[in-house]
């Protein structure tokens, strides 16, 4: 029980962090779209990462050098620029709830949830490399409450901030107001942009 909390407050204290996969999924809760397979897409993902982080450290940490992280980089800079430009043209045209709520897919919306769950580099070094450095001196027994712990904090955060989310939909169901939560989309996403291409250089 006690490395089960452990891994719980130090899955917390990693996830709190606000980042586009977060913006992500309070955007899909605000519009009610699809928020159950995003939360779980997201919680899942972060259980198999936080479990290969505990049992295969040692490797991930011998094969995940300068090169993989710059190519991982690289390709969220790209899909946050499409993903900008998305929100760039939904800005500039007229909103309808009505097709926001059908016109999208969930194919679109699992490929969106795991672009900016997988293409995101600090995903892996939270979970893969943090907790799995944390807790290599464990025993097996303990890896595993670990584990459970930090996975039990993903589900529990993804999930209330996916239905906390829709629950104040209520209250955004407005075409300014999503004019607004886009402007902020839009200028959160551009800075993400400069702090990753900052890391880079």
Known sequence: ????????????????????????????????QHVFLVCFICSLSDLILIFLGIFLFHYFNQFFN???ELIFNILLIIFLLHFIY????????????????TSISKINI??????????????????????????????????????????????LFFFTLGYLSNYLSKYANSK??????????????????LFIIKEIL
């Open 66 to 68: 300068q090169t993989v």
């Open 1 to 32: 029980m006690e490395y089960a909390l452990l891994g719980f407050f130090a899955g917390l204290s990693l996830i709190l962090a606000i980042g586009a996969q977060n913006i992500f999924v309070i955007e899909q809760g605000l519009k009610k």
């Open 176 to 193: 300014n107001i999503w004019k607004v939560i886009n402007i902020f989309i839009i200028c959160f996403m551009s800075i993400l942009i």
């Open 110 to 155: 699992i490929i969106k949830t795991l672009g900016f769950t997988y293409l995101n580099p600090h995903v892996y070094s939270d979970t893969v490399f943090f907790l799995g450095n944390f807790s290599k001196n464990y025993l097996l027994n303990q890896k595993i409450s670990f584990g459970i712990g930090a996975a039990i904090a993903s589900f």
């Open 86 to 101: 998305t929100k760039i043209k939904t800005h500039y045209s007229d909103i309808n709830f009505q097709n926001e709520l």
